[in-house]
């Protein structure tokens, strides 16, 4: 444990309770909001939508109620790096996800092809290599690296 | 100085120059663990995105299953106790220890009537079936070789949203004790704001649970 001394603390600078009133007010409204646009159908849009409305939500929270708009600026530094790391965690998936099908379109037409060769190269293995680019080593040229290998 | 009483002074460590620094660090490193926070319910946003494009209809038909309106009901006590906890630090700005003690057990009570609402809402999908992986029994439901993807993903979410909440619950307590002891006075609240912090990301990460579970059209 380290020592304390008891000295005089940081002068508070309180804001009017009204401002966070205000806030939480606008916060219900939204929340009202989300749940009448929910209604209606947007088509492609509706997630889009909510999202909007709950990012706007989440950012009078992080502003006013946990005070990011009046402390240091490197705090809302240290949640952007999070917001952006989670960008990136999202934007691979959904990229993958969504060109999935020209992808499968592609493999329709070349897995069957795939599968006969490889199947002739199991039952063939004198015959190797067969596909363009697949080489298969010499002896002398296997180089082990690693415990156990010599 | 002379008319402040000793235990409500700052508790300045001997590591900090000054209170300002103190406060600042304390801030800093409550920061930095709400970033990973993110990241973790990160992770299950991600997986919902992903499970939400492969099975678009099985989350639309799934999702009906929920009440809207007690997702709005927590919405709504959420957003309160956020409110009760920024007025609680007000109150401290402002020395009232009869304010603080009021809005901190508000807050509490808030977080025990959301988990009574979450109460309410798992032992109606228990009873039903509604439950993720080979538990799902569920047999009215549209499409239940894969309806269990979308409960798992609920359960997940919401489980591990009601394990911050409890969590949430337990510190106000603690911080409501301190009050008592008079820990804090407008020379003195960072543990609250600290508190505050976390209870406000647990709103956040509610704000869009709601939309995200119970509306989705």
Same mark, same amino acid.
């Given at each position: 444990?380290?020592?304390?001394?008891?000295?005089?603390?940081?002068?508070?600078?309180?804001?009017?309770?009204?401002?966070?009133?205000?806030?939480?007010?606008?916060?219900?409204?939204?929340?009202?909001?989300?749940?009448?646009?929910?209604?209606?159908?947007?088509?492609?849009?509706?997630?889009?939508?909510?999202?909007?409305?709950?990012?706007?939500?989440?950012?009078?929270?992080?502003?006013?109620?946990?005070?990011?708009?009046?402390?240091?600026?490197?705090?809302?530094?240290?949640?952007?790096?999070?917001?952006?790391?989670?960008?990136?965690?999202?934007?691979?998936?959904?990229?993958?996800?969504?060109?999935?099908?020209?992808?499968?379109?592609?493999?329709?037409?070349?897995?069957?092809?795939?599968?006969?060769?490889?199947?002739?190269?199991?039952?063939?293995?004198?015959?190797?290599?067969?596909?363009?680019?697949?080489?298969?080593?010499?002896?002398?040229?296997?180089?082990?690296?690693?415990?156990?290998?010599? | 100085?002379?008319?402040?009483?000793?235990?409500?002074?700052?508790?300045?460590?001997?590591?900090?120059?000054?209170?300002?620094?103190?406060?600042?660090?304390?801030?800093?490193?409550?920061?930095?663990?709400?970033?990973?926070?993110?990241?973790?319910?990160?992770?299950?946003?991600?997986?919902?995105?992903?499970?939400?494009?492969?099975?678009?209809?099985?989350?639309?038909?799934?999702?009906?299953?929920?009440?809207?309106?007690?997702?709005?009901?927590?919405?709504?006590?959420?957003?309160?106790?956020?409110?009760?906890?920024?007025?609680?630090?007000?109150?401290?700005?402002?020395?009232?220890?009869?304010?603080?003690?009021?809005?901190?057990?508000?807050?509490?009570?808030?977080?025990?009537?959301?988990?009574?609402?979450?109460?309410?809402?798992?032992?109606?999908?228990?009873?039903?079936?509604?439950?993720?992986?080979?538990?799902?029994?569920?047999?009215?439901?549209?499409?239940?070789?894969?309806?269990?993807?979308?409960?798992?993903?609920?359960? @997940?979410?919401?489980?591990?949203?009601?394990?911050?909440?409890? *969590?949430? +619950?337990?510190? /106000?307590?603690? $911080?409501? =004790?301190?009050?008592?002891?008079?820990?804090?006075?407008?020379?003195?609240?960072?543990?609250?704001? @600290?508190?505050?912090?976390?209870?406000?990301?647990?709103?956040? *990460?509610? +704000?869009?649970? /709601?939309?995200? $579970?119970? =509306?989705?059209?």
């Amino acid at each position: 444990m380290s020592n304390v001394a008891k000295v005089l603390g940081p002068k508070p600078h309180p804001h009017s309770v009204w401002l966070y009133w205000g806030v939480f007010l606008t916060l219900i409204v939204l929340t009202i909001l989300t749940v009448m646009v929910a209604q209606h159908d947007f088509g492609e849009l509706n997630i889009v939508v909510a999202l909007l409305i709950a990012s706007f939500k989440a950012a009078l929270v992080a502003g006013f109620f946990m005070h990011l708009l009046f402390d240091s600026k490197f705090l809302s530094v240290v949640l952007c790096t999070s917001l952006v790391l989670l960008a990136l965690f999202l934007l691979f998936p959904i990229l993958d996800f969504s060109s999935r099908a020209d992808l499968d379109s592609a493999e329709a037409n070349f897995l069957p092809r795939d599968q006969e060769v490889y199947k002739y190269e199991l039952e063939h293995p004198d015959q190797l290599p067969l596909r363009p680019g697949l080489q298969q080593p010499q002896k002398d040229e296997l180089i082990f690296i690693g415990p156990g290998h010599h | 100085m002379a008319n402040i009483n000793g235990s409500a002074l700052f508790p300045l460590a001997d590591h900090y120059a000054t209170p300002e620094q103190q406060v600042d660090s304390g801030k800093l490193g409550m920061w930095l663990f709400l970033t990973t926070e993110i990241l973790l319910f990160g992770g299950l946003f991600v997986s919902y995105a992903c499970f939400n494009y492969l099975h678009m209809d099985v989350f639309k038909e799934a999702h009906k299953y929920l009440d809207w309106r007690l997702g709005a009901v927590n919405t709504v006590v959420l957003l309160f106790s956020s409110l009760t906890v920024v007025l609680a630090i007000h109150a401290a700005q402002k020395q009232k220890k009869y304010l603080i003690v009021i809005n901190i057990a508000l807050t509490i009570a808030c977080g025990i009537a959301f988990m009574a609402v979450k109460y309410v809402e798992y032992s109606h999908k228990f009873h039903a079936g509604l439950l993720p992986g080979s538990y799902f029994t569920n047999a009215t439901i549209a499409n239940p070789d894969q309806a269990h993807i979308y409960f798992g993903i609920y359960f @997940l979410m919401t489980g591990l949203h009601g394990f911050h909440v409890l *969590i949430g +619950i337990g510190i /106000f307590v603690w $911080l409501l =004790l301190r009050t008592i002891k008079n820990d804090f006075s407008s020379q003195y609240y960072a543990p609250l704001e @600290l508190g505050g912090l976390y209870w406000h990301l647990v709103d956040v *990460i509610w +704000i869009f649970l /709601f939309p995200l $579970l119970y =509306l989705i059209s």
